[in-house]
């Protein structure tokens, strides 16, 4: 155990870019770096240093979670002083991706790795996501901007951007809880189909529907695009936000041949999504905890496999900023609305979930993360602008 504890000093000790306190279970105080201490950790445990050289990030995540690891301070603001320090483990995720294993995403694990996260129950994401339940990253065209103007933002950004005409069919593939396909059908008249995996979104997506009273305009249906494409339906319009980061990496190539299958020619579709500058796997801790089946694609895989389709990218822009501060929004209310969660959620996934909103707030902020907006044609379409003025037209 000493052993284990002499390295866990070491680690700690190359881990962070500000000074910290540790202190450890048998009331051992250590401090590194100069001057007052920013942050507390608190070791609470032991933790082996075998574990810790296999797999770095399971090993911390699950130290956190079952209180063997504790924090005084911000959270994100320690997870970003692991960040802003390029020596320290979370800059070195390739080393580890490559042991991880891959298993095939079909789509009857497709849908089991979808529900798995988004239907924990409405109760629970509608505490902290804010009135529209929209779960993806937000548009702060003001630094004033609520959470929920930014949502409703960002939904108005991607609707001009596809620049949609009444009677045009529009396909949402990932429609998350209805707000895009609802608002595109009320503002701009089109026919809109959206398709999800979680059982919960659509069902509240329906109620949305139904509310609104666009039976004759909006549908939602409980699939996969696998079965949809096969169908042989087409579209004017096609979106996806937050929805290809589940595909997997085998199934890249095939997610851009459907889109392209489902496309009219000319048709405009854009593309939301987290990127990676490098191609790697999702680190473990948040596949067998958050997002299993999860992967990120690199941009360039994304850029190369639009040309192999004859899909013409016509404009990419990064939101990296915007989901920092999206995220840090959702931590903000998750801990504001605690007392609530404790009521339907144990220790131990209240634990897990804090330190999943913050350490991707703070990877969007100083770490390796960027989230992506591509708008691409089938084949070559010049109706297109030639400048971005009507994005920023009322």
């Known amino acids: 155990m000493e052993l284990d504890k002499a390295f866990l000093r070491k680690f700690i000790q190359s881990a962070f870019s500000d000074t910290v306190e540790v202190i450890y279970w048998d009331g051992v105080k250590d401090k590194y770096g100069d001057g007052k201490a920013k942050f ?63 298993l095939p995403n079909n789509i009857k694990r ?14 629970f994401y509608s505490l902290w996501l804010d009135k529209t339940m929209t779960y993806s990253c937000g548009y702060f065209m003001k630094e004033e901007d609520s959470l929920y103007q930014a ?37 701009y008249g089109v026919n809109a189909l959206g398709i999800t995996l979680s059982k919960k979104q659509f069902e509240k997506t329906n109620k949305k529907i139904l509310e609104n009273n666009l039976q004759e305009k909006v ?20 979106v996806s936000v937050g929805m290809i980061e589940h595909v997997g990496r085998q199934n890249l190539s095939s997610y851009m041949e459907d889109v392209k299958a489902m496309l009219k020619e000319g048709g405009i579709s ?75 959620k144990d220790d131990v996934f209240i634990r897990m979930w804090r330190l999943y909103l913050n350490a991707c707030s703070a990877s969007f902020h100083y770490g ?22 009507y994005l920023y037209e009322d």
């Open 270 to 344: 854009l593309l939301h999504c987290i990127t990676a500058q490098k191609e790697g796997e999702v680190n473990q801790w948040i596949k067998k905890y958050i997002f299993p089946g999860g992967y990120i694609p690199s941009i360039r895989q994304l850029v190369s496999l639009m040309a192999d389709n004859d899909l013409h990218l016509i404009d990419a822009e990064s939101l990296r900023l915007h989901y920092f501060k999206t995220l840090k929004c959702w931590a903000e209310n998750f801990e504001n609305k605690l007392d609530e969660i404790k009521k339907i």
């Open 219 to 238: 549908e939602v249906r409980l699939m996969d695009y696998r079965e949809l494409v096969k169908e042989k339906y087409k579209f004017d319009r096609i």
């Open 151 to 187: 949502q409703i933002n960002k939904v108005n950004y991607i609707l001009k951007k596809l620049q949609l005409k009444p009677g045009e069919k529009l396909l949402d593939i990932g429609c998350g809880w209805g707000e895009l396909i609802v608002t595109a059908a009320e503002k």
């Open 368 to 389: 390796v993360m960027d989230i992506h907006q591509f708008l691409f044609t089938k084949g070559l379409n010049n109706d297109i602008p030639m400048t971005r003025n």
């Open 40 to 102: 507390k950790i608190y070791i609470n445990g032991h933790i082996s240093k075998k574990n810790i050289l296999k797999d770095p990030f399971l090993t911390v995540g699950e130290a956190y979670m079952n209180n063997i690891i504790d924090f005084e301070g911000n959270i994100r603001e320690i997870i970003e002083s692991v960040y802003r320090n390029k020596d320290s483990f979370l800059h070195k995720a390739e080393v580890f991706s490559k042991i991880y294993k891959v």
């Open 110 to 123: 497709s849908r089991e790795d979808i529900q798995y996260h988004y239907d924990l129950g409405d109760d």
